[in-house]
């Protein structure tokens, strides 16, 4: 109980541990201040009551209510330094009275010895050399100015006191030294201890985590590094980084090369501003030479309230800024074709809507085969279709020139400083590559229109619209002539795949006719059987034309084989000039049995058109078609006589026989 008060007292309430520096100071400071005032206590009884020396009995009067005022003062303040002072000056009072009192009598001037060990213990050495060279100065005078007086010390009892008591004050001062100093560093190690193990722990936090982190000094130079900043950055060890100017290792440039001053570098203004950064657009280099894209954080370090470095996180976000700009794109541009898409248009067309760059001239265009594309080829092709007239538009276009995909068959261009005749000229070249271009059996073609803003009060929306009613305009002109073309390109292209299927047709088509004369329909029925005769395979232009040269095929072939009066039906019944006779190709592979396809129609629910192809057709393929499958003419006759009334019409056959073969 008592121990402890003590040790609170000595100690200042506990707010001086032992594993602060000052703690021995403390302990002792306490313990010579407690000391003391037990001292002036008893000397002055004893100098007044024994001694009769009254003048030394007022200096330890008066050194008393000092030596209390500095135990409280340094107990309220924790003020090491003053109290210290205040304690030496206190002490080196009552030791001048102590030997004012007994001069040299007995030994006493041994107690002068005791001083210089308490001043360099509180004050440090500059301060404790001062105040013992003071105090001796202040010694030494009183005993000149005295010197008739002072008598020879005779080493009696009294002298044996003096001297071991001085002794044991200066053992003990040194003892309570070597105890604290002992607590002291045993506290440091155990302290230095945790310390070792906790950064022990922070250094394998440190390298855990994704993030590189580094720290610099005030200069730039690099103080730390973790795993995850090596790996980043490149290098083996920290050893290749420790030291180094962070700033002209990694930090030096931008990603095209431009320089980046320190006044600049958001890492150094961190620690200049003692703010901290976050940057995200900028770029690390890496021990080989390239760059990555880089976020990084810089945070200031401080201590004692001055920013003495920072800390800096940064990680890989390559991979994040190129999904931000895939994102940025599928909002700005047509995924297809990688032109702008409306919504850039518009940002587009008020960032051009400016007086410098009038003449605005804009074209309006719409691709006249897509919706054909997509329903004879499949959208794959349309797709094909559309990004082959977007990079004709591109070629053709100037780089000023804005190009933009607003709609699934609608192009937009933006032409600034350009005139309605420049516009034009334009548009001549773009239908002359267009008409270079095939994507498979369609030719590309667009209907265009285009307006011009002259004024800077016109609106350009307005341009904008009369650009796009133009262009209808020229689509609803031209709308038969496109047809037509778009139909013959078809035809042509299936054609092209060799001769054998051309004669075919032309055979199948005048057999038709020749049918149609005999049984005495009108002529425009007789024109039109000779059409869908001429027609009648043009489905098979989307069947793989590898097919056809085989000798027999799998079930899949078949299949797609099958599929060619559909497709023929498709193409046929999307142009007004034979949107009559598609029926008609469609149902040409049924049979009189219900045998055929694609529907299974049977007798006279098979269109007349269809059943007097089918009767044209195989008579060709028996006399013209290939080596292997060929017939003589009475032979092929023959086949039609077994196939009438089973896959043929009967009287369409008996027709056929009477009054066509023989011709």
């Known amino acids: 109980m008592h121990f402890s008060l003590w040790k609170k007292v000595v100690t200042n309430n506990h707010r001086f541990t032992p594993d602060r520096y000052e703690y021995h100071q403390v302990y002792f400071l306490n313990s010579l201040l407690i000391t003391t005032i037990a001292v002036c206590v008893i000397n002055s009884v004893m100098n007044i009551t024994l001694f009769k020396c009254y003048l030394g009995a007022a200096i330890e009067i008066i050194a008393l209510p000092l030596t209390v ?3 409280v003062y340094f107990h309220k303040t924790n003020n090491i330094k003053t109290a210290s002072l205040f304690a030496v ?3 080196s009072m009552v030791l001048a009275a102590m030997i004012y009192t007994a001069q ?3 030994f006493v001037l041994v107690l002068v010895c005791i001083f210089p060990p308490i001043a360099y213990f509180l004050l440090g050495v500059k301060r404790g050399t001062l105040a013992s060279l003071l105090f001796t100065a202040m010694i030494f005078a009183y005993m000149l100015l005295g010197r008739n007086n002072w008598d020879p010390a005779p080493f009696s009892d009294q002298a044996l006191f003096n001297i071991t008591f001085s002794m044991l004050f200066l053992a003990i001062v040194l003892g309570n030294y070597e105890k604290t100093r002992k607590i002291y560093a045993d506290a440091l190690k155990e302290k230095n201890s945790e310390l070792s193990e906790k950064s022990a722990q922070l250094k394998l936090l440190l390298d855990s985590t994704a993030e590189g982190i580094y720290g610099i000094d005030k200069q730039g130079n690099c103080t730390f590094c973790n795993k995850s900043c090596l790996r980043l950055l490149g290098y083996d060890d920290q050893e290749q980084l420790l030291g180094k100017n962070m700033h002209l290792q ?7 090369g431009e320089a980046i001053n320190t006044e600049d570098c958001m890492v150094f203004k961190t620690i200049t501003s003692g703010e901290s950064a976050h940057v995200d657009s900028e770029v690390f280099w890496r021990s080989d030479g390239t760059c990555m ?9 401080y201590n004692s309230g001055a920013v003495t470095g920072a800390v800096i996180t940064f990680t890989d976000n390559t991979e994040r800024r190129q999904t931000e700009k895939r ?3 599928f909002s700005t541009l047509d995924v297809l074709t990688g032109l702008y898409n409306r919504r850039r248009l518009d940002e587009k067309l008020k960032d051009i809507d400016i007086e410098k760059n009038l003449p605005i001239s804009i ?3 719409d691709m006249n085969s897509l919706k054909l594309t997509n329903d004879i080829f499949g959208h794959s092709a349309g797709d094909e279709l559309i990004r082959k007239n977007a990079d004709i538009l591109k070629s053709v276009c100037r780089q000023q020139d804005i190009v933009a995909r607003v709609a699934g068959d609608e192009f937009v261009i933006l032409l600034p400083g350009t005139s309605t005749a420049d516009a034009e000229k334009i548009m001549s070249r773009v239908r002359a590559e267009l008409a270079k271009s095939n994507i498979f059996a369609v030719k590309c073609s667009m209907s265009m229109g285009c307006d011009t803003k002259n004024d800077a009060l016109e609106d350009i929306n307005i341009t904008m619209a009369n650009a796009e009613n133009n262009m209808y305009k020229e689509k609803t002109l031209n709308r038969k002539l496109v047809s037509t073309d778009i139909l013959n390109t078809i035809i042509a292209s299936f054609y092209d795949r060799g001769k054998r299927e051309k004669e075919h047709s032309l055979h199948v088509g005048e057999l038709c006719r020749c049918i149609g004369e005999a049984m005495g329909l009108p002529a425009r029925e007789v024109k039109k059987l000779k059409e869908a005769g001429f027609l009648h395979d043009i489905g098979k232009i989307v069947v793989d034309e590898n097919i056809f040269s085989k000798q027999s095929l799998t079930d899949e072939e078949e299949h797609l084989l099958a599929q060619h009066p559909v497709a023929g039906y498709r193409i046929l019944s999307l142009f007004e000039n034979t949107l009559d006779i598609a029926e008609g190709v469609f149902s040409h592979h049924e049979r009189w049995d219900g045998s055929g396809y694609p529907k299974g129609l049977k007798g006279e629910e098979i269109p007349l058109l269809s059943r007097i192809i089918a009767v044209a057709e195989r008579y060709d393929s028996l006399i013209n078609g290939r080596e292997y499958i ?3 003419k009475e032979d092929a006759l023959n086949d039609l006589r077994k196939l009438a009334g089973v896959k043929l019409d009967p009287q369409i056959v008996d027709i056929f026989l009477t009054k066509v073969a023989d011709q």
């Open 363 to 365: 074209i309006y265009g």
């Open 69 to 71: 005022a500095a135990l």
């Open 89 to 91: 000056l206190i002490l």
């Open 630 to 632: 060929r017939l003589n």
């Open 293 to 301: 894209n880089v976020e990084y954080y810089s945070y200031p370090q």
């Open 104 to 106: 040299n009598k007995h």
């Open 327 to 329: 994102i940025k794109d």
């Open 250 to 256: 990694i930090h030096h440039s931008r990603h095209d």
